[in-house]
């Protein structure tokens, strides 16, 4: 399928176009909506009585280990010692390596 650049331009317009009534239409109309207000309150209510917060507590402690090695790989890093990040905690410097960290 090939488009000429008119053609190109003209499906860009169209889509800029749109996204702009889309977006128009949302803010003028849809969000002043008594129905969508409730809606989406109760979306939102859902969302988080369904375990947000144990969720993201539980990425957190998953991932504990990797956000601390990492931190403490960027204060050697920022003082110029990676060396010695090196020599010091080589378990967590190869940790960087698997997890891609560090190339």
Do not use: C, P, W
């Not at 009585?49 to 957190?60: C, F, I, R, V």
């Not at 991932?63 to 990492?70: E, P």
Request: glycine content about 2%.
């Amino acid at each position: 399928m090939d488009l000429t650049a008119d053609q190109i331009a003209r499906v860009l317009t169209n889509y800029k176009n749109k996204r702009e009534r889309e977006n128009k239409y949302y803010h003028e109309v849809t969000k002043n909506k008594e129905e969508f207000k409730i809606k989406n309150r109760e979306r939102a209510k859902n969302h988080y009585q369904n375990g947000y917060k144990e969720k993201k507590k539980e990425k957190y402690n998953n991932n504990k280990d990797f956000l601390k090695t990492k931190s403490l790989f960027n204060y050697y890093k920022k003082n110029d010692k990676i060396d010695v990040f090196k020599s010091k905690h080589e378990d967590k410097y190869k940790m960087l390596l698997e997890k891609g960290v560090i190339n």
